[in-house]
């Protein structure tokens, strides 16, 4: 089967990225890490109006990962997945479209600036309310413990799961995609014993590697969307896991030193990258997973 996106698909997904290059979101992300969310606020409600928080339930998920890559490769900071992906699905009775909400799992992302707090425990979704700040190793996302409240009727929380993994599958093909690219960027400009770093043979096959790691991510990613069971998500989980991580070694080690510092923007999806690894569901739970539903199919 071949899939590609259709043209309308292909013009939302340039619109969104139009949006945020000229939002200038790596300044956005540092504002949200330091405290300052207006500039992070209005993006968000910029990004409503183009109809990113209602894909869930107005659309397919094959838009719902247009979006987040693009999130991602942005590294557009809030609690998205868990505004515009996992409680959509858990609450559609809810509308969600016009206000910020997260769930806790164990930990609720952004509940400073959330509309509405939830936590997922025993399986259940309850009402939450905030608590004490967790330290996270992404200083743009801002960590809550929560006080579980009374239990919320719900459709099944199974769908809601898979789409929220669905959507960090997404949004770490964005961020590794864009590691990649500000890498190759930086190897053809930064010049070592008179010659661009990029013209080694050494760099050359280390970010060869990555490209090949990202393009057998995508199809995997994109066909979840098409058929999002939960061995097509988990599969998708995996491997943009192992590909943004990747694409985030061998950045740093192609930007050397100055790939560490708090200043210069790889540090921002490097970060985003290590968190979102482990975020609905690690590496090894989808692992588990996958290896399970292989074994059930025979």
């Keep these: 089967m071949r899939f590609t ?16 290059y000229k939002a200038d979101t790596a300044a956005v992300n540092r504002a949200w890490a330091n405290g300052d969310h207006e500039p992070g606020l209005k993006l968000w409600s910029r990004l409503a109006d183009l109809g990113v928080t209602s894909l869930a339930t107005e659309a ?29 699905m858990a609450l559609p009775d809810e509308d969600f479209s016009e206000k910020r909400a997260t769930v806790a799992v164990p930990y609720a992302l952004g509940a400073d600036v959330a509309d509405a707090v939830y936590a997922l425990k025993d399986g259940s979704l309850h009402t939450a309310t905030v608590g004490d700040p967790v330290t996270s190793i992404d200083r743009s996302r801002h ?6 409240g009374e239990p919320v009727e719900t459709t099944t929380l199974d769908a809601a799961f898979e789409l929220a993994a669905l959507a960090t599958s997404a949004q770490l093909l964005g961020a590794g995609e864009r590691v990649l690219a500000d890498t190759v960027a930086y190897a053809k400009q930064r010049k070592q014993f008179g010659r661009e770093i990029g013209s080694y043979q050494a760099i050359k096959h280390q970010l060869a590697d ?4 990202l393009d057998f991510a ?3 990613v994109f066909g979840a969307a098409v058929d999002p069971t939960p061995r097509s998500v988990s599969a998708a989980k995996i491997q943009s896991s192992d590909a943004a991580h ?10 050397g030193a100055i790939g560490y510092t708090d200043e210069y923007d790889l540090s921002l999806w490097l970060l985003r990258i290590r968190a979102l690894q482990s975020a609905w569901g690690t590496t090894a739970f989808h692992r588990d997973r996958l290896l399970t539903e292989l074994l059930d199919a025979r």
């Design 5 to 20: 996106l259709t043209d309308e698909q292909t013009g939302f997904a340039r619109s969104l990225d139009d949006l945020l």
């Design 60 to 88: 397919t998920p094959v838009e719902v990962c247009i979006a987040f890559e693009a999130l991602g490769r942005h590294a557009v900071p809030g609690p998205w997945i868990e505004s515009a992906a996992y409680l959509p």
């Design 143 to 148: 960590l809550f413990d929560v006080v579980v």
């Design 210 to 213: 990555v490209r090949i790691a």
């Design 218 to 220: 995508r199809p995997l």
């Design 246 to 255: 990747l694409a985030s070694r061998v950045g740093l080690q192609v930007h």
